[in-house]
């Protein structure tokens, strides 16, 4: 099968396209023909290997290069066959999900990251939605009906999913943006939106979700009430060849400690594979409360194309990646 493929940490022209194998499922997992994928921070964070002391954990990150040697996490796609411990999906079933190694033909997840696919989606829309939508469902959790929530970072693709959720669990939503994204996030329910290239950034709210991790701890806690919850979910901007040595965990690091002095509460929300809250986001989406905003699509060839632009335009929400291009 064809894959995108990388043996060293580098830039984009790291990436390429090779033939490997065809996975097989192992006895919990589901062999999926992927229709489309989608890129996502992770991607650039794995590919450079940055920060640098991420490469610590061993789990995903190797000494020169990531563990898996294909990119990619997010999938849309038909599954093709399951282990024998699957009893509830089947071959032709439609899903989405997570898994390392989505940039290729087939991709085998654990069925425990893999969920029907929303039926009112496209495969490329459904390839946008999984770990984008699941790290808001866990940003959003302090939140509740008639709070004043402010998204730092609303045009990206946790933000775009993080103004929605917001929006349906009946907070009152602020997203903070570039003058070029406004539109958008006010096209998602956002019920102001501050453009922080002209305006600054104030008031007081129940929960600040910061996903851009660019403003210091102290200025996060300005914007929030006597009792509110700070939620700290950035990853970082990328800086080229430039690897950084901390990168977003120097501002988390800080956060622990922060939360512990203080009577504002600080949460720190980690996000992983899981198929109920990929139910939860199905649920949003079906009833027209959630739908993904996707900037540009791909071909699986002009993967390094992709994670390029996400690193140097920082885009609106989602690139896709469709394989029927």
């Not at 066959?81 to 898994?99: I, N, P, Q, R, W």
């Not at 940003?139 to 004043?148: E, H, K, S």
């Not at 943006?177 to 709210?205: E, K, Q």
Request: glycine fraction near 10%; charge should be negative; hydrophobic fraction near 45%.
């Amino acid at each position: 099968m064809k894959a995108i493929v990388q043996d060293r940490y580098g830039g984009p022209e790291t990436l390429a396209l090779a033939d490997v194998p065809r996975p097989e499922p192992a006895a919990d997992e589901v062999l999926v023909e992927i229709a489309a994928a989608s890129v996502n921070a992770r991607d650039w964070h794995l590919m450079r290997g940055d920060p640098r002391i991420a490469r610590l954990d061993r789990t995903h990150f190797g000494r020169h290069a990531p563990k898996a040697r294909i990119r990619g996490t997010d999938f849309a796609g038909t599954v093709e066959a399951v282990g024998a411990e699957v009893s509830d999906l089947a071959a032709g079933d439609e899903v989405f999900g997570e898994s390392d190694g989505a940039f290729a033909e087939y991709v085998c997840a654990n069925r425990s990251a893999v969920a029907p696919k929303p039926s009112n989606l496209t495969f490329a829309q459904a390839a946008a939605v999984p770990l984008a939508g699941i790290t808001a469902l866990c940003a959003l959790a302090p939140v509740r009906p008639g709070q004043r929530l402010l998204v730092i970072g609303a045009s990206g693709g946790v933000g775009t999913f993080a103004v929605q959720i917001g929006v349906a669990r009946g907070a009152h939503v602020t997203g903070v943006c570039s003058t070029r994204n406004v539109d958008l996030v006010r096209s998602l329910g956002a019920d102001v939106v501050i453009d922080y290239t002209r305006d600054p950034v104030v008031g007081s709210f129940g929960v600040v979700v910061d996903l851009a991790g660019t403003r210091s701890l102290r200025t996060l806690r300005r914007l929030l009430a006597a009792d509110g919850t700070l939620v700290l979910c950035g990853g970082g901007a990328p800086n080229g060849d430039r690897i950084s040595v901390l990168g977003p965990i120097k501002l988390i690091a800080a956060g622990h400690i922060l939360g512990r002095l203080i009577r504002q509460t600080v949460e720190i929300p980690t996000a992983h594979p899981d198929r109920a809250m990929l139910a939860e986001l199905t649920e949003l989406i079906e009833s027209g409360q959630v739908r993904p905003a996707i900037d540009r699509t791909y071909a699986l060839t002009d993967v390094p194309a992709a994670i390029d632009y996400m690193e140097t335009a920082h885009p609106q929400a989602k690139l896709v990646i469709d394989l029927n291009i």
